[in-house]
């Protein structure tokens, strides 16, 4: 299996747990009654992000680089994930839009019953498909960078300490060799 099978492999699966998180929200009511706590409730997702970055690097790591891989090669393929996730983040929004929650938008419009018109403007603004979608895609690739950039660091320092470059050969003095130039 080469890299980037890996890569669309862990990416799809992101895709589908971040479907399933989205139904645990609504299931747990943030998408009605506690809708003013789900930023709060959805930082814990960073745990699935972490979690796959994990594994996707270990994965590349035994089956593409035969355990030994440099940070600047794992950062790449990290990062390509993070591209790919992008990518599919839209979908979970739609999934959520049509099927799972489609009052979500009219919910959280409800909080800001009684607010001044700018603050139900920057809501509107805020709580729409295409808002949503974007902030989807700019928090995919600045959360998958971030773990991009981290996960190596515990990954190569923990696993790659018999990887060591080579040292440059040193001069050998002999015993009995001449200084006199012929």
Known sequence: MNKFSIL??????????AILWTYLEKLLGYHDDKI??????GLIFGIVYFITYYLTLAEIYSKVYNNKITYKSAFINLA????????????PHMVMENYISPDFYNNAMAMYEGKSEDAIANAQQFYSITSRVVNGIQNALSIGILFAAIMPLFFINRKDKNVTTPEPAKKVKRKYQSTKKM
Not at 8 to 17: D, G, L
Not at 36 to 41: A, K
Not at 80 to 91: D, G, K, Q, R, T
């Open 8 to 17: 669309i492999k862990w990416a799809i699966r992101f895709t589908f747990v």
């Open 36 to 41: 003013s706590s789900l930023f709060s409730f």
């Open 80 to 91: 390509a994930l993070s591209i790919l996730i992008a990518f599919l983040s839209p979908f």
